[in-house]
């Protein structure tokens, strides 16, 4: 497979367009034409967020984020899952009183999913007086929440030391949890509750970094997160797990999302990296903002969508200003508008996803 982007949709008009985690019952899901959607620009700049997780209910979007302004867990939702411009201001999902015992400050990158009768929640964060990093599990009978820690709301720590972004996706064997552990990719089985881990299941390996695009100016080593898998289907119907992931120095411009081929049966198998030379998107593309990453993936009347975010307006990475933690950004002469803690870092980002006919992913601005 090639690992460039495909910057317009020419999909076939006919037969099964796309599969993605919700649908892992191998449903055919009716395809359309979009070659007319010649777009190359990014997509709309949507509302403040990073490490952005996204599930449609009913016909309501729900977009989770890490820690911003006040709020542990920012949720937003809106009337179209098509338009991020329609979520509202975001309000709380994990009130105080409900954050993970021992968690240390803000939350990183909340995963969310339907279970049953419940939304299961998975996040990561700061365990108090180390510098460890450790996973944490909420529930809710509603996706806006307030969600409560499960049991005592003990941290879970694979890893001695780093375990964040975790990413949960549903297959034809259950759920699964992706997360970052020991510096590469790992996942392990869950029961159906989307909380609980099954039983003889451990963590397994599934991708390190070995790329020379995915080492940025701040590590010494290739760098891989924001694990993500997604099952989409070519014209013709055949389907493949592929698994995305961000790389390179998530304060810079540089930040950018390359992809795994991982298969095609009931679950993701074996991983086979296809974004060795480059990556699959970054700032070089036209329909992409500067440091495109954290992406998420979610389905809406049968059509896969792509949430990530990127540095936004008035962040200039490009050169008179920058962000204060980029590489190289000359003392005074960081933009004090482009704070992280700033609406002016990290937008949201919407795109249609799906397999050209080639089985290469591609993307559409939204």
């Known amino acids: 497979m090639r690992t460039t982007v495909i910057l317009s949709l020419a999909l076939a008009a006919c037969g099964p367009q796309l599969l993605d985690e919700e649908d892992a019952d191998g449903t055919d899901l009716s395809g359309e ?33 890490t820690s911003h302004h006040g709020l542990n867990i920012p949720h937003f939702s809106g009337a179209s899952p098509t338009d991020l411009g329609s979520l509202g201001a975001p309000t709380e999902a994990l009130p105080n009183a409900e954050r993970g015992d021992r968690l240390a400050a803000g939350v990183w990158a909340p995963t969310v999913r339907r279970a049953g ?3 299961a929640m998975w996040y990561s964060g700061g365990l108090q007086g180390t510098d460890d990093k450790c996973l944490w599990r909420a529930v809710s009978d509603r996706p806006e929440g307030p969600f409560r820690r499960v ?13 964040i972004d975790p990413y949960l996706v549903r297959t034809g064997t259950g759920f699964w949890l992706y ?64 698994l995305f992931y961000a790389s390179n120095s998530w304060a810079t411009r540089d930040y950018a999302t390359g992809y795994a081929d991982c298969g095609n049966g009931t679950q993701p198998g074996a991983c086979v990296k296809e974004s060795k030379a480059k990556p699959w998107l970054s700032r070089h593309d036209a329909i992409a903002p500067r440091g495109p990453g954290g992406a998420a993936f979610f389905n809406h009347g049968g059509k896969a969508y792509m949430i990530l975010h990127g540095w936004a307006n008035p962040c200039n990475l490009a050169g008179d200003t920058c962000h204060s933690k980029d590489p ?5 002469g960081e933009n004090n508008d482009c704070r992280f803690e700033n609406p002016g870092g990290r ?11 080639n089985g290469n992913p591609v993307a559409q601005p939204l």
């Open 179 to 242: 997360a970052k552990v020991s510096g590469k990719l790992q996942r392990r089985q869950l029961e159906r509750d989307g909380l609980t881990f099954a039983a003889r299941s451990s963590w397994a390996v599934v991708l390190g970094g070995t790329e020379a695009w995915e080492q940025g100016q701040t590590q010494n080593v290739p760098l891989v997160e924001n694990p993500a898998p997604v099952r989409l289907a070519k014209p013709d119907g055949s389907q493949r797990w592929l």
């Open 328 to 332: 190289g950004c000359p003392a005074g």
């Open 117 to 119: 009768d419940h939304f």
């Open 33 to 65: 034409s979009l070659e007319s959607l010649q777009t190359l620009r990014p997509p709309k700049q949507g509302p403040f967020g990073a490490d952005p997780h996204a599930i449609v209910d009913g016909d309501t979007l729900h977009v989770y984020t």
């Open 347 to 357: 937008s949201l980002y919407l795109y249609r996803v799906g397999l050209n006919a």
């Open 151 to 163: 049991g005592q709301g003990n941290p879970i720590c694979p890893d001695p030391h780093w375990n």
